[in-house]
């Protein structure tokens, strides 16, 4: 667990504009499943102007600002009754009228949520907070309902590379703690920015897959048209006729391995990127719980009301929880990830063995179109044949790069060391 830094000094609180706190300070909030405040830590008192006194038993969104898209509130309200944890920029409204913006993290726990907020340090920051003004704006000419406005949301995402929310909130987490090694400690935040560059490679491999998907289909009805006019020249059971129905039942097998792979609810680049995405931001969580626990001894530590030490002491067991929940989690996901790409690696290395095997076959096809006077077609044919081959291949071995350097990150993020091939292979799981 990273060692909290000594404090800095705040800045004094202006009267108008943002209220000020520092990217390394952390606060937290928890909630009934009504969003009831039930704890929080200090900071999080300075930093809304409210006391202790009025945040207990006030509903959460008494820090809601009015420039929020409620689409953002209805995904997050969503994710979070579905049991899943979710990250999110929101803009704050401080009892003074200051505003201040968070990147949160919000884990369902027993008895309801946890809030662990961190200040917005990165580039996407003021990227979001363009968004969220068109978004509220929209909300606003339009009337839009909330699940609504969150569909644009999501909408927006795709549109900026980001296959879904989990996509975009595992790469905002990321991008906002890598800047803070003494938040993560180098280990964990080495650990984070493997999984961080796993969620680009995912988005290579789907790339990778989906052109040899293309280059199967462009090669489709080929071995059909040889078939048609070898028919023509010397009957069903010729020669070139049966070294073209071997070519198709072995593309059409290619093909049926590809669309197992790619089906959107069990193949295997479905579950991977899932993963990915989940394993990446439930460590990041973890992480920021961690930091968050850190502080908040500190803060315990200074406390001289042994009452309040000891509700803080359970709040810290709270969060310590929430945290070893969030690592177990990140853990199943690695392991997934781990066997799903040695499986899909194992599918299209048979791809590239049978395509490969089919070279006996193109050979012969060419000797016994050689003697048809249809020479020159087949021969183009045939020609058509081997370029796609030739691309089946370039794509086999680029999947296959890709899942290696996958695989690579995912042995990272997992603290383990690369080099170590046995542990690998001991580690093996198929999710």
């Not at 504009?17 to 830590?41: H, K, Q, W, Y």
């Not at 009015?66 to 990250?87: C, E, H, N, S």
């Not at 969220?132 to 609504?148: D, G, I, K, S």
């Not at 995402?157 to 595992?170: E, Q």
Request: aromatic fraction near 6%.
């Amino acid at each position: 667990m990273p060692t909290p830094p000594a404090p800095s000094p705040i800045p004094p609180r202006p009267a108008s504009g943002a209220a000020p706190f520092l990217a390394d300070e952390l606060f937290f909030s928890r909630t009934d499943p009504r969003g009831v405040i039930l704890a929080a830590n200090p900071v999080f008192e300075r930093v809304c102007a409210y006391s202790w006194a009025q945040l207990e038993g006030a509903p959460h969104r008494i820090i809601r600002h009015p420039d929020m898209p409620r689409g953002v509130f209805w995904l997050l309200w969503d994710t979070l009754k579905a049991g899943q944890p979710i990250g999110a920029y929101v803009k704050n409204l401080a009892r003074d009228g200051l505003h201040y913006w968070v990147f949160a993290t919000v884990s369902p726990v027993e008895g309801g949520y946890l809030s662990v907020r961190l200040k917005p340090v990165t580039d996407l920051h003021p990227a979001v907070e363009a968004e969220y003004a068109a978004l509220r704006a929209r909300e606003t000419a339009e009337a839009l309902a909330p699940e609504a406005s969150a569909q644009l949301l999501l909408a927006r995402l795709a549109a900026l590379g980001f296959p879904d929310y989990d996509a975009f909130m595992a790469h905002a987490l990321a991008q906002e703690l890598a800047p803070r090694p003494g938040l993560t400690g180098r280990g964990p935040g080495r650990a984070l920015a493997a999984l961080h560059e796993a969620l680009a490679l995912s988005l290579r491999l789907d790339r990778d897959v989906a052109a040899l998907s293309h280059h199967l289909d462009a090669l489709r009805h080929t071995p059909v048209n040889m078939r048609l006019m070898a028919l023509r020249l010397e009957g069903s059971n010729g020669p070139i006729s049966l070294m073209a129905q071997n070519y198709t039942t072995v593309l059409t097998e290619a093909r049926d391995w590809i669309d197992a792979a790619a089906d959107p609810t069990r193949g295997d680049l479905t579950a991977i990127g899932q993963a990915i995405r989940t394993g990446t931001f439930d460590l990041g969580v973890a992480l920021v719980q961690r930091a968050a626990i850190a502080r908040f001894r500190a803060e315990i530590d200074a406390a001289t009301d042994p009452d309040l030490r000891r509700r803080d002491a359970e709040e810290c067991a709270r969060l310590e929880a929430a945290a070893e929940r969030m690592e177990a989690t990140c853990r199943d996901s690695l392991a997934l990830i781990r066997g799903r790409t040695r499986r899909l690696a194992g599918v299209v290395r048979d791809i590239r063995r049978q395509c490969t095997g089919l070279n006996a076959t193109r050979l012969m096809c060419k000797a016994e179109a050689a003697r048809t006077s249809a020479s020159a077609t087949f021969a183009a044919i045939i020609d058509t044949l081997d370029e796609a081959q030739a691309r089946i291949d370039s794509s086999c071995e680029a999947i296959l790069d890709t899942s290696q350097a996958l695989r690579h990150k995912i042995e990272v993020g997992a603290g383990e060391d690369p080099g170590d091939v046995p542990a690998r292979r001991r580690a093996a799981t198929v999710g």
